[in-house]
Structure formats: structure tokens, C-alpha cells
């Protein structure tokens, strides 16, 4: 087997080339490699809880009821947000819910819409 490189992204070793190109097929990045990793955009990668890449401006829905400290009742199970925003950190998508305002999210606890 070829030694291929690793995924500049994401690190994965599961990396293969197609049409002069490597790809990343868990994150699916496409990169030459005769690019230096400097040149090669990296990005935040976000996945909801079914593994789909997230992305700025996406709308997602709540896949269960998630307590809000400070507030009577919890954002309930199926609750659609729009218009996410990602972000690093543990909470890593900032986003306003109706009836709650702008909170941050766990992209485990939701999925693409």
C-alpha cells in the first residue's frame, strides 16, 4: 500500500488520492499535495449528532429536551433554530432560540435540518 498522507484537517490516515487530488473522506477535505498545510484552509469542523458537517447559517433541531439554567422550562425536543453560527469551545454553536434569545449549543444535541 502507497504511504499517503494524513488529513491536514482532521488528521485522519484514511486518506486517498483521486484525479491528482488527496481527499479526506471523513472530513471531506480536497487538498493538492504540493500545497504546504499553511495553504490549505482548515477551518472549524462541526458534526451534529447523526455525524453531518455543520456550517455557518445552517438551521438545525433540537433532539432533546435541554435544560436552561436561569429559565422555567427547558428548550423542548424538536425545537427548530436557524441561522447557527459555530464556534470553538465546548458549546460550540451560538445561535437564538424564540422564547429563550441567544444561548450556545452542544452540536451533539441537535441535528441538520
Known sequence: MENLSLCPKCKSEYTYEMDGQMVCPDCGLEWNPSESEEEIETGLVVKDSNGNILADGDSVVTIKDLPVKGAPKPIKAGTKVKNIRLVEGDHNIDCKIDGFGS??????FVRKA
Open 103 to 108: 444561548m450556545a449549543l452542544k452540536s451533539e
